[in-house]
């Protein structure tokens, strides 16, 4: 079964810097891409940063390029978004997501709030 267990959100002021934590078991994690996705309250899903299987290459939406940095242990079955600078309108729910086997797997979401 697969589970996928996020951690590492809370509140944090503009400017400041967190790490999200995904933990993921029931399927052989070094084998599939990786991403984390956002969901700002009244908005859609959207695609953060994404990772190889072997973290090998990696990509990111515009609006945090420069800021976020999306990485993996693969020995430790657990993938990361280390986020600095962070901004008010990063406040959203984050979600890790892979697809394995034509079926999207999703974690239940933790959430990160930026405010003064």
């Known amino acids: 079964q697969v589970q996928l267990v996020e951690s590492g959100g809370g509140l944090v002021q503009p400017g400041g810097s967190l790490r999200l934590s995904c933990a993921a078991s029931?399927?052989?994690?070094?084998?599939?891409?990786m991403r984390w996705y956002r969901q700002g309250s009244g908005k859609e899903r959207e695609l953060v940063a994404a990772?190889?299987?072997?973290?090998?290459?990696?990509n990111y939406a515009d609006s945090v390029k420069g800021r976020f940095t999306i990485s993996r242990d693969n020995a430790k079955n657990t993938l990361y978004l280390q986020m600095n600078n962070l901004k008010p309108e990063d406040t959203a729910v984050y979600y890790c997501?892979?697809?394995?086997?034509?079926?999207?797997?999703w974690g239940q979401g933790t959430q990160v709030t930026v405010s003064s």
């Open positions: 997501y892979t697809l394995r086997a034509g079926v999207n797997y």
């Open positions: 029931g399927f052989t994690f070094s084998r599939y891409g």
């Open positions: 990772i190889t299987n072997t973290g090998g290459s990696t």
